[in-house]
């Protein structure tokens, strides 16, 4: 298999042999040790035969022995394809110079892909792997992966889980935001718990301090709800400092005065569309149309398509097209009744307050005024919520009552 390869490339010719003494042209081959394969019979004066390039010649010499005629009706191998090229010297330089320009493109990146988890600013993080070396255009040879975790690790603290992936000359970076540390607390500290703003205490779980109110008491915003001042509890117990935790619920009250236009523009997409191309040559954009940019003021909606050209699916080259849809939109005037509007805006405030309340909104009501094409909405919420929150607590510590010595 091996022999027949190089003796392939080293060039073969196809021959048809013609004449009344077949027998004795195959008798000469077989002498003069001239290899043949893929013989066949076409008739009882003609065969067809393969031979390599260099036993061709040597037949040549031997064929008036034969008394019959050769005719070359094929030829394939390198010396053939060379010959081919030679005469068609701009098409080969056009090929070498493609070659070469491809295999310089593979030494450079040219697809950079950040995938960041939320709250990690993907800006910074392109600036860091810039300043490590990581951008399009950059030779791969100068990347160091190691280096780069660490400077990301250093200048962006959010920074937890980094994976880097290079796939032929397109490197892809993923970074998961760190864990947390859970705060530690200080169980030394003094402290106690007062609250966050007026209302009715309903129920209490205290672990630690020295509880100073019921259920069914009224408190004041800034009032001390659990002192970290405990007094003694058994005979011969000390008072002493404890650290004030647990959780204080209270009935409370949220109020809102909110003012809403009764006409306001709304958005509408249309049928309408345009389409755009640019092309883009590494870092650099060509518009393909004139203008500067996409008025996003009549776009509802912009699709971007990004194809980029590769070799393979490994070989990324730095020529992209961008193709560019924008969806027409016009402004409509949309008007609402004092009720609708004003019972929409009371209930979207109602939504976020339930979604940042420490708690439940137990009842709600509001009242609608019209005034001057627009409505002024009161909102009032009746609310169960966690209502202390930690302070530093300097309260001084109770006597110890003395006891009277019996008569």
């Known amino acids: 298999m091996i022999g027949r390869l190089v003796s392939g490339a080293a060039g073969e010719v196809r021959i048809r042999v013609c004449g009344a003494s077949i027998e004795r042209f195959l ?36 064929m008036g022995r034969t008394g019959c005629r050769v005719r070359v009706i094929g030829r394939r191998g390198l010396p053939f394809f060379v010959a081919r090229l030679r005469r068609r010297w701009i098409l080969t330089g056009g090929v070498c110079a493609l070659a070469l320009v491809v295999v310089l493109l593979t030494q450079f990146v040219w697809v950079l892909e950040i995938v960041a988890a939320d709250g ?19 030779w791969l040879g100068q990347i160091d992966t190691d280096d780069t975790r660490r400077a990301i690790q250093s200048e962006i603290p959010e920074v937890g889980v980094i994976a880097i992936t290079r796939i032929g000359n397109a490197v892809r970076v993923e970074v998961d935001a760190a864990v947390p540390t859970p705060d530690r607390i200080d169980r030394a500290a003094p402290t106690g718990l007062v609250a966050s703003r007026d209302g009715v205490v309903s129920r209490t779980a205290v672990t630690g301090g020295q509880l100073l109110v019921q259920p069914g008491e009224a408190v004041e915003q800034g009032q001390l709800l659990v002192s970290s001042a405990v007094p003694n509890t058994t005979e011969w117990g000390e008072a002493h400092r404890a650290h004030g935790m647990g959780r204080v619920m209270a009935y409370t009250s949220r109020t809102a005065t909110l003012l809403c236009p009764l006409t306001w523009t709304e958005s509408r997409a249309t049928d309408r569309m345009t389409t755009r191309y640019a092309l883009i040559l590494g870092d650099r954009r060509i518009n393909l149309y004139l203008g500067s940019g996409i008025h996003t003021d ?88 966690q209502i202390a929150c930690e302070m530093i607590d300097r309260t001084p510590l109770p006597e110890k009552e003395q006891e009277e010595p019996a008569e």
Not at 120 to 137: C, F, M, N
Not at 334 to 354: K, Y
């Open 120 to 138: 990690i600013p993907v800006s910074a993080l392109r600036d860091v792997l810039r300043e490590t070396g990581i951008y399009e255009g950059a």
């Open 27 to 62: 008798n000469v081959a077989l002498q003069g040790e001239i290899g043949l394969w893929h013989t066949v019979r076409v008739d009882a004066r003609t065969i067809e035969t393969t031979l390599s390039l260099s036993d061709f010649y040597a037949l040549r010499r031997l």
């Open 298 to 385: 009549t776009c509802d909606k912009i699709t971007i398509e990004k194809t980029r050209l590769s070799i393979g699916s490994r070989l990324m080259l730095p020529i992209s097209l961008v193709r560019e849809t924008c969806r027409a939109c016009d402004a409509v005037p949309v008007s609402g009744t004092a009720q609708e509007v004003g019972d929409a805006a009371a209930q979207t405030w109602l939504d976020r307050l339930a979604q940042a309340l420490d708690g439940t909104i137990l009842d709600s009501r509001w009242t609608i005024e019209e005034e001057a094409g627009a409505v002024r909405v009161r909102v009032t919420a009746s609310c169960e919520e």
